[in-house]
């Protein structure tokens, strides 16, 4: 089994919808939970940081972490043509020194 | 604000070169992180450092090897490039004295080998 698992898509929406991306991962160590947008032929690019869990919101984006149930989220409000990239989770246990990936989930918004 | 810097965005090599990629964090971490990048495979870990001179083996690290003289810079060396080492290539800094947990990524360096 994965320690991170993430549906790659890709998933397809119109302008203005709401986007929910997940991951699940197996590791009740992990505390540090991240969510990175990478466009086509770039790095990735840190979107989102949570530790422990909750929810945490910056701007259209909401991220959502569930240690109980080992889930995490990404929600895209409003989305919009330039939200169109690769997202990727990732998390570490309380160290900081050893990251896990999603596989990352592909979206594409449609004008 | 934070950087992480690729020294070559896009490389192309002939099988048996040798390559040195090169990394550049301004950041003052302690950790840096070698990366692969393949459709399908996701991000696998190759190599990486905690300190000046000091590394760590990570999934993959056949067929390459690292340097870290200085705690800004981490260099990736592939000594005799082959065609199945054509992969998208990411450095990532961290600090674990920082409490944050965050990792940061460069650009990508895409290499190519013929």
């Known amino acids: 089994q994965k320690e991170v698992e993430q549906d790659p898509g890709p998933l397809s929406v119109p302008e203005g919808a709401i986007v929910s991306l997940n991951c699940t991962y197996s590791?009740?160590?992990?505390?540090?939970f991240m969510w990175y947008r990478q466009y086509s032929r770039k790095g990735p690019e840190l979107l989102m940081y949570?530790?422990?869990?909750g929810n945490k919101e910056d701007g259209r984006f909401t991220a959502q972490v569930d240690k109980s149930s080992k889930y995490i989220s990404l929600f895209i409000r409003d989305s919009q043509p330039s939200d169109s990239a690769t997202y990727l989770c990732?998390?570490?246990?309380?160290?900081?020194?050893?990251?896990?990936f999603g596989t990352g989930t592909s979206l594409t918004v449609i004008p | 604000d934070v950087k992480v810097t690729q020294s070559s965005r896009y490389l192309v090599k002939r099988t048996g070169e040798k390559v040195f990629l090169e990394c550049v964090q301004d950041?003052?971490?302690?950790?840096m992180f070698w990366y692969r990048q393949d459709p399908g495979l996701g991000l696998r870990l190759i190599y990486f450092?905690?300190?000046?001179?000091?590394?760590e083996k990570g999934d993959i690290p056949e067929g390459y090897s690292v340097s870290r003289e200085k705690k800004e810079r981490f260099s990736l060396i592939l000594e005799s490039a082959s065609t199945n080492q054509t992969s998208m290539y990411l450095c990532?800094?961290?600090?674990?004295?920082?409490?944050?947990?965050?990792?940061?990524f460069g650009e990508g360096s895409r290499l190519t080998v013929l």
């Open positions: 990532a800094s961290s600090s674990p004295y920082r409490n944050t947990g965050e990792l940061f």
């Open positions: 590791n009740s160590a992990f505390q540090y």
């Open positions: 949570t530790y422990s869990s």
């Open positions: 990732a998390m570490s246990g309380v160290y900081g020194n050893q990251f896990y």
């Open positions: 950041m003052d971490h302690e950790n």
């Open positions: 450092s905690y300190d000046v001179k000091m590394k």
